[in-house]
């Protein structure tokens, strides 16, 4: 279950919720880059990652789901 797929489909509640996650995530970047900080630790880039992968599964179609069966 994806905590952004709003009714299990990709409607405009779940496309509000990725761009609130990704608008968070610009702010966070642009945020970090700004204070010169190092930004650069595994855990972040693969928690980052993760949050991506996220937001694109919650944005997946019907067709994509009939069509892999077995990635859900």
């Known amino acids: ?3 952004l797929r709003m009714l299990d489909k990709p409607g405009p509640d779940t496309r509000q919720a990725v761009r609130d996650v ?13 204070d010169n900080a190092v930004t650069s630790s595994e855990s972040a880039t693969r928690g980052a990652g993760l949050i991506l992968i996220v937001c694109a599964d919650a944005l997946r179609e019907e067709e994509e789901d009939e069509a892999n069966p077995d990635d859900g």
Request: charged share 5%; aromatic share 18%.
């Open 1 to 3: 279950m994806n905590p």
């Open 22 to 34: 990704l608008f968070f995530l610009s702010d966070a970047f642009l945020a970090i880059s700004s």
